[in-house]
C-alpha cells in the first residue's frame, strides 16, 4: 500500500478507477500498487455513487395530530369517536356498579333518616368515660334487616337507584358535550391571582350546571327509590310528590362545589409556600380534604331532601304520628333543627341515642 501511495503513476490509476466508479463503468482490475490505490480511494467514490443515484421518494405516514402543551400526537380517525362511546359507557357501567355495592349502606341510612329504630340502644362510654347510650350501628342494623327480610332485603329500592344513576351519568355527559368548557391555561402563581380566580369560577360553574341539570332529570327516579325501599307508596298522589325535595338537593349541590372549589383555591394559593418541597403533593389532596368537610357541613340539605321524597306520599314514614306533615322543605328544616336532629343518619358507626326517638313497623 506505501509502495502504491508513493508511485505517481499508482496515484493517477487510482483516481482514474475512483472517477470510473463514480460514472459507473467498468474497467480491468488493476495491479500491483494501483489495487492498493483503488482500495484507499474506494471511500471517496461512495458518495459519489451515492449523488449519481435518482432520489426516491420516502413514504409519508399521515400527520399527528399533537396537543399544545407537547406529549405523544393522537392519529385522526372515526376511532376516536368510537373510544369517546365506549369510555361513556365504560362510566355509566362503573357507576351503576358502585349504586349497587353501596345500595345496602344508603339503605340502612335511609331508614336511620326517616327515624325507624327497631333495635333498643345499649350502654357505652364516650372518650371522656360518661355512660351513654348507643343506637346500633350499620353492621347490627344489616344484621336485623337480613333476620327479617333476608339478604334480598338489604336490595330493596335497587332498581329506581340504579336507573336514577344511569340517567344522571348520561345527562352529565351529554351536557359537557353540548357545552364543552373551554381549556385554559394553569396559573397557580399568586401574581396571576385574578387569572387563577377567573379560572375556577368559570370551572365550578360549569360544573354546577351540569350538576343542577342531572339532578333535575334524576330525581323523580331517585325519590323512587326510598318510596320503593319502605314500601308501597299511593299511586294517586299527585306528580309534584314525585318532584318534592329536589330543592334542597340542588342548594347543597350548589352550596357544596363553590365552597369546595373555593376554599381548596384560597388554600393552595395562600397557605401553601410554594418553597415547601411537599407544596405539589398538599395542593393534590386539598380538594379532597375539602370534599370531605363540606359534604359534612351540607349533610343537612341531603336530609331534608331525602324527607321530603317521603313526606306526606302514601308511606307511613312520611305521616302522622311518626312524621308531621310538612308544608315544603324549610317547615321541616326548622322542625328537624327544634328537635336537634339535623345530622340524623350522618354516622353510622357511633350513634348516640337522640332524647326522643321514633320507632315504627315496616311493612
Known amino acids: 500500500a506505501a509502495t502504491g501511495l508513493r508511485g505517481s503513476g499508482a496515484e493517477r ?34 458518495p459519489c455513487a451515492a449523488l449519481s443515484r435518482p432520489p426516491q ?48 349502606l344508603l339503605y340502612v341510612k335511609l331508614l336511620v333518616q326517616v327515624g325507624h329504630e327497631p333495635l333498643p340502644p345499649t350502654i357505652g362510654r364516650n372518650v371522656l368515660g360518661k355512660k351513654v347510650l348507643y343506637l346500633p350501628g350499620f353492621f347490627t342494623y344489616a344484621r336485623h334487616i337480613v333476620k327479617v327480610d333476608g339478604k334480598r332485603g ?14 344522571s351519568t348520561v345527562t352529565r355527559g351529554n351536557v359537557k358535550k353540548a357545552f364543552p368548557l373551554e381549556d385554559m391555561e394553569h396559573v397557580s402563581n399568586k401574581d396571576d391571582m385574578k387569572t387563577s380566580l377567573r379560572k375556577v ?18 330525581h323523580p327516579l331517585h325519590g323512587e327509590a326510598p318510596k320503593a325501599a319502605l314500601g308501597p307508596f299511593c299511586t294517586s298522589c299527585p306528580y309534584f310528590c314525585h318532584c318534592s325535595g329536589v330543592v334542597p338537593h340542588i342548594v347543597g349541590d350548589v352550596i357544596f362545589l363553590w365552597c369546595c372549589n373555593l376554599l381548596a383555591h384560597f388554600i393552595n394559593t395562600y397557605a401553601v409556600d410554594d418553597n415547601f418541597s411537599q407544596a405539589s403533593v398538599i395542593r393534590s389532596y386539598t380538594k379532597f380534604v375539602m370534599g370531605i368537610a363540606m359534604s359534612m357541613l351540607t349533610y343537612p340539605f341531603l336530609l331534608v331532601g331525602d324527607l321530603m321524597a317521603v313526606n306526606n306520599c302514601g308511606l307511613r314514614a312520611g305521616l302522622p304520628p311518626y312524621a308531621p306533615v310538612f308544608t315544603s ?35
Open 13 to 46: 490509476s487510482g483516481g482514474s478507477l475512483a472517477l470510473q466508479g463514480c460514472s459507473g463503468a467498468k474497467g480491468q482490475e488493476p495491479a500491483g500498487g494501483q489495487r492498493a490505490g483503488a482500495s484507499l480511494l474506494a471511500r471517496r467514490s461512495r
Open 57 to 104: 421518494a420516502a413514504p409519508t405516514a399521515p400527520a399527528a395530530l399533537t396537543p399544545p402543551g407537547g406529549g405523544p400526537g393522537v392519529r385522526p380517525g372515526p376511532g376516536r369517536a368510537e373510544g369517546a362511546e365506549g369510555a361513556e359507557g365504560l362510566f355509566v357501567v362503573l357507576g351503576a356498579g358502585l349504586a349497587a355495592a353501596s345500595h345496602p
Open 154 to 167: 338489604l336490595f330493596r329500592g335497587l332498581t329506581p337507584r340504579l336507573i336514577s344513576s344511569t340517567l
Open 201 to 218: 369560577v368559570k370551572e365550578t360553574s360549569h360544573e354546577m350546571m351540569m350538576q343542577c341539570v342531572s339532578r333535575v332529570v334524576s
Open 329 to 363: 322543605w324549610i317547615h321541616c328544616w326548622r322542625y328537624l333543627s327544634a328537635q336537634g336532629q339535623l345530622f340524623r343518619g350522618s354516622s353510622l358507626v357511633f350513634r348516640r341515642a337522640p332524647m326522643q326517638a321514633a320507632c315504627f313497623p315496616i311493612d
